[in-house]
């Protein structure tokens, strides 16, 4: 069947079970799950921080950014202007254990770094020795 074939190709899960539209603009993402935090890192060249929009929404967080360049060049008889666009969408189901009220981002070097810390009670136990009787 023709459309759940095309479905998979335009709606595939991304690790934390969000969807990614992927075509060639979408930034590629490494996910870090370290003892403390899970980290997000976006390779983003080229930006500034305040083309990114990092927002959670009902345990969804989307990192999104959209940026416009703009060039003008003037010799002798004629004018050339030329426009261009960029833009993603990336969008991921938080897991329950990612205390979404602390989630921190960076843009750094060409990366966007977002840190979704873990809630407390997620964290594993500090190793405890047992008294023997």
């Not at 759940?4 to 190709?9: H, R, T």
């Not at 060049?73 to 205390?99: G, H, I, M």
Request: hydrophobic letters at 35%.
């Amino acid at each position: 069947m023709f459309f759940p074939s095309l479905m998979n190709d335009f709606l595939k899960p991304d690790w934390f079970g969000g969807v990614d539209n992927w075509n060639a603009t979408v930034p590629a993402v490494n996910i870090k799950d370290n003892v403390e935090n899970f980290e997000l890192e976006l390779a983003v060249p080229g930006g500034k921080k305040e083309d990114f929009k990092v927002e959670v929404d009902n345990d969804i967080l989307t990192i999104s950014s959209e940026a416009k360049t703009e060039s003008k060049e003037t010799k002798e008889n004629f004018t050339r202007k030329e426009f261009s666009y960029t833009s993603f969408k990336r969008a991921f189901t938080l897991p329950e254990t990612v205390d979404g009220g602390k989630i921190d981002a960076k843009y750094e070097d060409g990366i966007l770094r977002v840190t979704l810390p873990k809630k407390e009670e997620a964290l594993p136990e500090p190793k405890r020795f047992i008294t023997i009787g």
